[in-house]
């Protein structure tokens, strides 16, 4: 493989990680709307359950910026 091309599919493996993170940060964001609207209705064991959700989708996402940044530092020169 080419060196152009092997950038080129880094660079689609971190935007494809991205859209991933994106992804993940849109279910996060509605799993907290739907946690406030449970405890705004007394419903505590529902808030709870999906308050749970919303920590995995921000597992999730720590995972994946951790391979962005890991892929960003095997390639990353430092430059003094």
Known sequence: M?????KNE???R???RLDSI???A???AAHARTTAAHFRNHEIARAGAHALALEGHLVNIRRALDEV????????KAIP
């Not at 940044?69 to 990353?76: D, K, L, N, Q």
């Open 69 to 76: 940044a890991v892929e960003h530092a095997g390639r990353s």
């Open 22 to 24: 994106a992804s993940e």
């Open 26 to 28: 849109e279910s996060l």
């Open 14 to 16: 971190q935007a494809a």
């Open 2 to 6: 080419t060196g152009e091309a092997e």
């Open 10 to 12: 880094a660079r689609e």
